[in-house]
T-cell receptor, first 110, second 116 residues
Framework: AQRVTQPEKLLSVFKGAPVELKCNYS??????LFWYVQYSRQRLQLLLR??SRESIKGFTADLNKGETSFHLKKPFAQEEDSAMYYC????????????FGTGTRLKVLA | KAGVTQTPRYLIKTRGQQVTLSCSPI?????VSWYQQTPGQGLQFLFEYFSETQRNKGNFPGRFSGRQFSNSRSEMNVSTLELGDSALYLCASSLDSQGGSGNTIYFGEGSWLTVV
C-alpha cells in the first residue's frame, strides 16, 4: 500500500541551525514526491517537487529511492520558516490522488 | 489569476444535519479534489473529479458525496453529520493536462466545519 510517513510531529531548532524534516514513503513504482507548507493562517501551498530539483526558500529535498526517503533540508533555519510541513506522494497514474504524511510542525527559535 | 475559492469558510452544524461545501477551481483547471484535514489523521483524500466524472474516491462512508459541474466548479455534501465530521475540508485543483499523475495541486483555504 502507498504510504507517507513523517516520524516527527514537532521539530524545534534554533535560528541559524540546520534543519532536516524526515519523510519516508512506501510505493510500488516511480513516485512523484512533493513538500507542501502551511504557514500560520495561510493555505497549504507547494514548496517543492522532486522532479524540479530546485531550491525554494533555501530548502532542498533529494529523492533517495534506495532508502525510500525524501527528506527536506535547509542549512540555516530562519524564524519565518516556522510552519507545518507536509510530505506528499502523487498516487499511481490513474488514481488521481495525493497521499499525505501527517505533517511536521517546525518551530524556529530565536 | 485567482486561486482556489471555497465557501463557506466557517460553519457550525448540528448532528444529523447535512452540509454542502462549494469550491471554485483556478481558471482553466479541470481536476478538482477534496481532502479532509484533522489534527489526528492529517489530510485524507475524499474524492476527485474531472469533466464532471468522479475518477477516484477515498475510504469514507457513503454520507460523503460530491459532484462537479460543467464549469469545473465542485460541491461536496455530507449527510447525517456526526461529531467526528468536524474538520477542515480542503479543495484542490490542478491542470491535469497529462492525465493525472504528477500534476501539482493547488489548495483553497478550506471550509471549517464544526458539528455540535
Amino acid at each position: 500500500a502507498q504510504r507517507v510517513t513523517q516520524p516527527e510531529k514537532l521539530l524545534s531548532v534554533f535560528k541559524g541551525a540546520p534543519v532536516e524534516l524526515k519523510c519516508n514513503y512506501s510505493y510500488s513504482g516511480s513516485p512523484e514526491l512533493f513538500w507542501y507548507v502551511q504557514y500560520s493562517r495561510q493555505r497549504l501551498q507547494l514548496l517543492l517537487r522532486h522532479i524540479s530539483r530546485e531550491s525554494i526558500k533555501g530548502f532542498t529535498a533529494d529523492l533517495n529511492k534506495g532508502e525510500t526517503s525524501f527528506h527536506l533540508k535547509k542549512p540555516f533555519a530562519q524564524e519565518e520558516d516556522s510552519a507545518m510541513y507536509y510530505c506528499a506522494l502523487s498516487g499511481p497514474s490513474g488514481t488521481y490522488k495525493y497521499i499525505f504524511g501527517t505533517g511536521t510542525r517546525l518551530k524556529v527559535l530565536a | 489569476k485567482a486561486g482556489v475559492t471555497q465557501t463557506p469558510r466557517y460553519l457550525i452544524k448540528t448532528r444529523g444535519q447535512q452540509v454542502t461545501l462549494s469550491c471554485s477551481p483556478i481558471s482553466g483547471h479541470r481536476s478538482v479534489s477534496w481532502y479532509q484535514q484533522t489534527p489526528g489523521q492529517g489530510l485524507q483524500f475524499l474524492f476527485e473529479y474531472f469533466s464532471e466524472t468522479q475518477r477516484n474516491k477515498g475510504n469514507f462512508p457513503g454520507r460523503f458525496s460530491g459532484r462537479q459541474f460543467s464549469n469545473s466548479r465542485s460541491e461536496m455534501n455530507v449527510s447525517t453529520l456526526e461529531l467526528g465530521d468536524s474538520a477542515l475540508y480542503l479543495c484542490a485543483s490542478s491542470l491535469d493536462s497529462q492525465g493525472g499523475s504528477g500534476n501539482t495541486i493547488y489548495f483553497g483555504e478550506g471550509s471549517w466545519l464544526t458539528v455540535v
